[in-house]
């Protein structure tokens, strides 16, 4: 199929099938530009320091308890090193670890196979209470596994630490009625015990999740919800305060700190989601700034944006939660109104494109949203590692063309169960 070269702010309908549909035009002639300086802040003491009063003893508290856990690592390279120049390579690929299944029938975690997971799991704890994103839980975890990195104590990135924490209670789970495993049960449940206070600790007065705790600094210190950091981290706050029967074995006072994390994390949802001009929410950032929620960067090739597929995840949790409150629904409400407006119908992406929006005709394909939108346009953009933003696709480096996810369908998932969920609220009103 022929690429498009359309001029952005225009629509352009197109004839399908007897019916019209609207394909968003995405090009445009406009000259790539830089990040401003002040992208994104890490949390530090000054600006601590400069918060309200009221505010102050809860965040004090806050970093004098993620100062003490660094202290009791060893030292850490908290050099930022990824590229910061475009560059003509392959692809560099995501770090994740390996073994950890959460998908596999449920008699399998009763066996002596995931039981061995498990167990390295659990030699694969981190000091502070969380795991890295590239551990190998086929064996035990080696001193030179330690990279005394950023990452090295802990982080929610790439699906680390809570996943690890619900593979550890999906095997004890399975295994808990085996007396020959009592003593691994306890070791399993204990390590869970262990990842849960890391969330709690890693939490920010606010209700926020950073990246990376104890914190490191830089764009690690934003509110997270790349990758789903934030709403994976709530999900287990929630099935840990509702005592699911997995869950039985944590101890009272900590289903109580569970229940206020989960409540304290939703209502930073709620804050830090976007709005328009005239007020109304929106979507949200892929990172927003720790204290102010406001919208920040992270990656040298991640700008400060309304994110699409992120946005999708956060809807995506909003839509399990029991009894949603008006602020909830207002929320989804307004989110969705957001990605049905800016639905690319008819078109797929082609990473491959050298010229053009990378954007192909192809009738019937699934509805597709840009990653990033500009704030206050809504113009898609894309960056790259010199934190440049570019209005074009494919004027981005060869090795970003190729290696992120620019384009996406993941909110067009979510509107089948959107309607379901809304028919839903209609009928509890009725009755109610």
């Known amino acids: 199929m022929p690429p498009l070269f359309p001029a952005m702010n225009r629509i352009c309908r197109l004839a399908h099938g007897g019916a019209l549909f609207a394909v968003a035009l995405v090009a445009s ?12 802040l890490p949390l530090t003491a000054a600006r601590i320091a400069a918060l309200p009063a009221a505010q102050r003893p809860a965040w004090e508290r806050y970093w004098e308890i993620s100062l003490a856990q660094t202290k009791l690592l060893p030292a850490r390279d908290l050099a930022e090193h990824s590229s910061n120049k475009p560059l003509d390579t392959a692809p560099l690929g995501a770090s994740y670890s390996k073994g950890v299944d959460l998908g596999a029938k449920p008699g399998w975690y009763a066996t002596e196979a995931a039981r061995a997971i498990a167990d390295h799991v659990v030699t694969w704890q981190t000091i502070a209470g969380g795991w ?27 699906d680390a630490t809570i996943h690890e924490l619900r593979y550890l209670v999906r095997v004890a789970a399975s295994n808990a009625a085996a007396p020959d495993q009592a003593a691994r049960v306890a070791a399993w449940r204990a390590s869970f015990l262990r990842g849960l206070d890391y969330i709690l600790a890693a939490q920010y007065p606010n209700g ?26 709530l999900d287990l706050l929630h099935d840990v305060a509702a005592r699911r029967p997995e869950l039985a074995f944590v101890p009272v006072e900590k289903v109580a700190r569970a229940r206020d994390g989960f409540e304290r ?10 709005r328009d001009a005239a007020g109304a929410p929106t979507v949200w950032a892929q990172q927003v700034d720790s204290l102010t929620l406001a919208p920040c960067a992270a990656r040298n090739f991640e700008p400060i944006a309304a994110c699409s597929q992120e946005s999708a995840g956060v809807v995506e949790f909003l839509l399990t939660l029991d009894s949603p409150s008006p602020e909830v629904i207002a929320a989804v409400d307004g989110a969705m109104a957001w990605f049905r407006a800016r639905a690319l119908h008819g078109v797929v992406w082609n990473r491959n494109a050298t010229t053009g929006s990378g954007l192909e005709s192809r009738p019937g394909a699934r509805d597709l949203w840009a990653r990033f939108y500009e704030l206050g346009t809504d113009k898609p953009i894309f960056g790259d590692r010199d934190r440049t933003i570019h ?14 996810a620019w384009f996406g369908s993941r909110p067009a998932d979510l509107f089948s169960r959107y309607e379901k969920w809304r028919r839903e609220l209609a009928t509890s009103a009725r009755k109610g």
């Open 208 to 233: 926020g999740i950073p990246q990376i705790y104890p914190l490191a600094g830089g764009y690690h210190d934003a509110i997270t919800f790349n990758d789903d950091a934030m709403e994976h981290a």
């Open 391 to 404: 209005y074009i696709e494919t004027e981005i480096s060869f090795e970003r063309r190729r290696g992120y």
């Open 132 to 158: 890295t994103k590239s551990g190998d839980y086929s064996r035990d975890r080696r001193p030179e596994d330690d990279h005394r990195d950023a990452w090295s104590a802990g982080t929610f990135d790439n």
């Open 29 to 40: 002639a406009q000259p790539p530009k830089s990040w401003p300086a002040d992208a994104f």
């Open 265 to 274: 994390g939703l209502h930073c949802i709620l804050a830090a989601q976007l």
